[in-house]
């Protein structure tokens, strides 16, 4: 699916003084990603990527939430993801596009986490360089409760970010933790108070829309040779992971746990 910012019905676009801001727009759903989300994100950061007028970016959400993840209801009841679950279609074993457009943007990126990034919400937000959160912010990496694995956020950028072994701790249990417990880890750089928030992540913004853009560019890519590993080869082999697990039992009751709000009950296959 190709898309422009003026197609976009679940995305919010804007460009303003060398800042581009990305705003998941699906407050109904606390924005919950459908395929039409996941395509229009793609597209926004291969836009702000590609415009000589951007020199960073700003993603954010529609309040109450930053995204909530996965649309699940949807995803049950959607054909596509009903026929991939029950192994009736190829898949390509390739990182998912959202993730590499985000991971492969040129501009430095920073994640002003209004509310809940949870499951591929919290991925997003790992996506950026820098992440700024609300003192409403919550994060997990929920994907181990719906019998799944992360993507590459949470494999890749997690451990570099928090260490090895908080890494772990979260992506292991699912916890969930609130934005004090994030910058005591350092998973935010800052917390700041709800309505000030898009206010502080524009400042700083604005701070790094100044400098020089070539030298921004090169600056990205030498952190992401440093702090990082390949998100494609990684990613990859997510997706062929994730393929496998969508089609098990323990996936199944995981999901069905979660709409019937209760504890899961896995048994490994």
Same mark, same amino acid.
């Given at each position: 699916?190709?898309?422009?910012?003026?197609?976009?019905? /679940?995305?919010?676009?804007?460009?303003?003084?060398?800042?581009?801001?990305?705003?998941?727009?699906?407050?109904?759903?606390?924005?919950?990603?459908?395929?039409?989300?996941?395509?229009?994100?793609?597209?926004?950061?291969?836009?702000?990527?590609?415009?000589?007028?951007?020199? /960073?970016?700003?993603?954010?959400?529609?309040?109450?939430?930053?995204?909530?993840?996965?649309?699940?209801?949807?995803?049950?009841?959607? %054909?596509?993801?009903?026929?991939?679950?029950?192994?009736?279609?190829?898949?390509?074993?390739?990182?998912?596009?959202?993730?590499?457009?985000?991971?492969? /943007?040129?501009?430095?990126?920073?994640?002003?986490?209004?509310?809940?990034?949870?499951?591929?919400?919290? %991925?997003?937000?790992?996506?950026?360089?820098?992440?700024?959160?609300?003192?409403?912010?919550?994060?997990?990496?929920?994907?181990?409760?719906?019998?799944?694995?992360?993507?590459?956020?949470?494999?890749?950028?997690?451990?570099?970010?928090?260490?090895?072994?908080?890494?772990?701790?979260?992506?292991?249990?699912?916890?969930?933790?609130?934005?004090?417990?994030?910058?005591?880890?350092?998973?935010?750089?800052?917390?700041?108070?709800?309505?000030?928030?898009?206010?502080?992540?524009?400042?700083?913004?604005?701070?790094?829309?100044?400098?020089?853009?070539?030298?921004?560019?090169?600056?990205?890519?030498?952190?992401?040779?440093?702090?990082?590993?390949?998100?494609?080869?990684?990613?990859?082999?997510?997706?062929?992971?994730?393929?496998?697990?969508?089609?098990?039992?323990?996936?199944?009751?995981?999901?069905?746990?979660?709409?019937?709000?209760?504890?899961?009950?896995?048994?490994?296959?």
């Amino acid at each position: 699916m190709t898309l422009a910012p003026a197609d976009f019905t /679940c995305t919010l676009y804007a460009v303003a003084d060398h800042v581009a801001v990305i705003t998941l727009n699906r407050p109904e759903r606390r924005n919950a990603l459908n395929p039409r989300a996941y395509a229009e994100i793609e597209a926004a950061f291969r836009a702000a990527s590609a415009d000589p007028e951007v020199r /960073c970016v700003v993603v954010t959400g529609s309040d109450p939430s930053f995204c909530s993840g996965e649309d699940v209801k949807e995803m049950m009841t959607g %054909e596509g993801g009903a026929q991939v679950r029950a192994g009736q279609v190829p898949v390509k074993y390739a990182p998912t596009p959202a993730a590499m457009a985000a991971l492969e /943007c040129e501009k430095p990126v920073i994640a002003a986490v209004n509310g809940s990034a949870v499951g591929w919400g919290m %991925e997003l937000a790992l996506f950026a360089d820098i992440r700024i959160a609300s003192d409403q912010a919550k994060f997990a990496e929920l994907f181990i409760r719906r019998g799944l694995i992360c993507d590459v956020g949470g494999l890749l950028r997690l451990p570099a970010i928090v260490g090895p072994a908080k890494a772990a701790e979260l992506l292991f249990t699912g916890d969930v933790i609130d934005a004090a417990e994030a910058a005591r880890i350092g998973l935010v750089s800052e917390v700041a108070a709800h309505g000030e928030l898009m206010g502080r992540a524009m400042a700083l913004a604005g701070r790094i829309a100044a400098n020089s853009p070539l030298a921004l560019r090169y600056m990205k890519q030498g952190l992401a040779r440093t702090a990082y590993g390949d998100p494609r080869e990684v990613g990859s082999w997510a997706i062929e992971v994730i393929y496998r697990l969508f089609q098990t039992e323990d996936h199944r009751e995981g999901v069905k746990s979660f709409l019937e709000k209760r504890e899961p009950v896995f048994h490994g296959r």
